[in-house]
């Protein structure tokens, strides 16, 4: 399943933060340069912080629901 803008995640293995909740504002594909490996970047907002890690960083708690 992809997480996807809207969906509500928790951020996985970041003690510091106390693992709160948090809603993706942004999902992007990048290519690291000197590598050329490929991977998503997720941007959740948690309280008043954006974050943004790898999207294996993040767990999916709920999909938003979209009407369409």
Do not use: C
Not at 12 to 31: F, H, Y
Request: no cysteine; charged share 30%.
């Amino acid at each position: 399943m992809t997480i996807e803008i809207g969906d509500l995640v928790r951020v996985r293995g970041s003690e510091w933060l106390g693992k709160p909740l948090g809603i993706v504002t942004e999902v992007k594909d990048l290519v690291h340069e000197r590598s050329g490996e490929g991977y998503t970047a997720v941007t959740a907002l948690v309280g008043t912080q954006s974050f943004t890690f790898s999207v294996r960083d993040f767990e999916l708690v709920k999909k938003v629901e979209r009407n369409e």
